[in-house]
């Protein structure tokens, strides 16, 4: 830790929070139990001993399986819910953006929800007065804020809900998937205002299953796994071991792999993978040019036959951000492989992406991804760099050989 981070206090601090909630088996085992003063009920600890703390201008991702405790957590820091044990202080507004609908009346129209959410998340009647115009102009509802909200799409209600969360003026705000719903262009306008909130010291926790968004936005990672925090650090190691709890590499039968020298492995073992190579076509070597063909050779053994083999590989940036990735299944293409037998994958490509530096990936498991059985999972298996640009320069992630030709308009 810095001496900057250690005199810039914490926006929230959470320490030993931990939360349980009594299950009944049918609703009658409430008065049950009131009455006979025995126990009907069983305890589920939701979170167990959670701590944290984040700082103006961080962003911390949460990620979990359904059930591992997030939205426990996303309800103890905005106030819904109290802890059974531990703190929670909080040093500023905090503005929750939770699930879809929280907190209107879905028979006034925009306008009068914009007053009631206002006041909800700490707004008082002036700051809702001077803001009502930005907040509008914002949602681009246009004259349906004049409707009720009943009347509304999932999309139109997500668009008001962060335009007034995020004009609330809050410290810290907090995002639970709420950003999966609408079109994507209001999606990236929702993000670039993200990045401004917190460019201004705002502070965020932001719980998503885009990965992708985890690895942009968030400066720290917490995985929760059965109400425990099970990983906290950088978000790409923290997206890889959330990857590996989907895959249930945590199942006893899932036996870790040595990941020797570099990238992280895990899987089962039914099918391994033995070597991976990516080479330009041109170049010979793991350095190639913008626009040459790439070739990646999987080579893979059986410990058991296997029936549906399916091998897949990710290209990611230095940022761990997935580029682009595809597998046999995706390309139609149906595997059996047979105990003790050695096979190789070879995928070939125009590597189209910017000069910089990569690494690639490489899964084996079965059906469509690794969720289901997932044999043997190579994160950045290999690196490989891309430099210089063969043909016309470009801006940005990746060439999409843009074509360009004047017409007469017909205007």
Not at 9 to 22: C, D, H, I, L, N
Not at 52 to 61: C, N
Not at 62 to 78: D, V
Not at 108 to 118: M, S, Y
Request: hydrophobic share 40%; with cysteine.
């Amino acid at each position: 830790m810095t001496s900057f981070e250690q005199a810039t206090p914490p926006v929230v601090a959470v320490k030993g929070v931990s939360k349980g909630f009594r299950l009944y088996a049918k609703p009658l085992d409430r008065l049950k139990e009131v009455i006979l003063r025995r126990s009907y009920h069983q305890r589920h600890e939701a979170l167990r001993d959670i701590s944290f703390d984040i700082r103006p201008g961080e962003t911390l991702g949460i990620l979990g399986k359904n059930g591992a405790g997030k939205s426990t957590l996303l309800k103890l820091l905005t106030g819904v819910l109290l802890p059974d044990s531990g703190q929670i202080n909080c040093y500023g507004k905090i503005a929750g953006l939770l699930e879809l609908g929280a907190g209107f009346d879905f028979n006034l129209n925009g306008i009068q929800n914009i007053r009631i959410n206002g006041l909800l998340l700490g707004m008082t009647d002036d700051e809702i007065n001077r803001l009502r115009d930005e907040i509008i102009e914002f949602s681009e509802l246009g004259k349906y804020i004049h409707e009720p909200l009943r009347t509304y799409s999932s999309g139109m209600v997500m668009r008001l809900a962060f335009a007034i969360g995020i004009h609330a003026s809050p410290q810290c705000f907090v995002i639970d998937e709420a950003l999966s719903v609408g079109d994507g262009r209001f999606q990236q306008k929702c993000v670039q205002r993200i990045k401004q909130f917190k460019q201004q010291g705002g502070a965020i926790i932001f719980v998503s299953h885009d990965m992708n968004a985890i690895k942009m936005l968030c400066d720290e990672t917490i995985v929760l796994e059965q109400g425990k925090v099970a990983y906290r650090g950088a978000p790409a190691e923290g997206v890889n071991y959330y990857y590996r709890i989907m895959s249930a590499a945590e199942d006893q039968a899932m036996l870790a792999i040595d990941s020797q020298d570099h990238g992280h492995q895990y899987g089962n073992r039914k099918v391994v993978c033995d070597r991976v190579s990516l080479i330009g076509l041109g170049s010979g070597s793991h350095s190639l040019t913008c626009g040459e063909q790439a070739q990646v050779d999987v080579v893979f053994s059986a410990q058991e036959t296997v029936m549906d083999l399916t091998v897949g590989i990710m290209l990611r940036d230095r940022f761990g951000q997935d580029l682009y990735g595809t597998n046999t299944h995706l390309l139609g293409h149906e595997l059996i492989i047979s105990a003790g037998e050695r096979k190789c994958m070879r995928f070939s490509f125009d590597m189209h992406l910017a000069p910089g530096v990569y690494t690639l990936s490489v899964s084996l498991h079965s059906q469509q991804n690794h969720t289901e059985d997932c044999y043997h999972w190579w994160d950045d298996a290999v690196g490989f760099e891309v430099a210089g640009t063969t043909g016309t320069s470009f801006a940005g992630v990746c060439n999409l050989q843009a074509q360009a030709d004047v017409v007469v308009s017909k205007d």
